[in-house]
């Protein structure tokens, strides 16, 4: 059975920080590039961060940049994401996803490219 589990989510003020957490198991991992993407309330759902399947290369939105590291450990199939200097507009549902792509050399930010997700992680900033 396939599996993805973020945790690691929760409120936290404005300025705060959290560290998810996606936990991969009954799928392939350590082959694949692991992505984050939120959705906000009314919003489509968007590309946050993504690291390659060797953890060499990273890449990230525009909007966390500086604020947020992705990160993996490949003998724990887990991929994480820490949060810092969070403000309200990161307030949503976080997903972790899998590449369908095995040792895919880019880095790739549409949700298509994307086969495996978890269930979510709720964050919310408050201001």
């Known amino acids: 059975q396939v599996q993805l589990v973020e945790s690691g989510g929760g409120l936290v003020q404005a300025g705060g920080s959290l560290r998810l957490s996606c936990a991969a198991s009954g799928v392939p991992f350590s082959s694949h590039t692991m992505g984050w993407f939120r959705q906000a309330p009314g919003e489509e759902r968007e590309f946050v961060a993504a690291?390659?399947?060797?953890?060499?290369?990273?890449y990230y939105a525009d909007s966390v940049k500086g604020r947020f590291t992705i990160s993996r450990d490949n003998g724990k199939n887990t991929v994480y994401l820490q949060m810092n200097s969070l403000n309200s507009e990161d307030t949503a549902v976080y997903y972790c996803?899998?590449?369908?792509?095995?040792?895919?050399?880019?880095?790739?930010?549409?949700?298509?490219?994307?086969?495996?997700w978890g269930q979510g992680t709720q964050v919310t900033v408050s201001s």
């Open positions: 996803a899998r590449d369908r792509e095995q040792t895919r050399v880019g880095i790739k930010t549409s949700r298509v490219m994307y086969d495996y």
């Open positions: 690291i390659s399947w060797s953890g060499g290369r990273t």
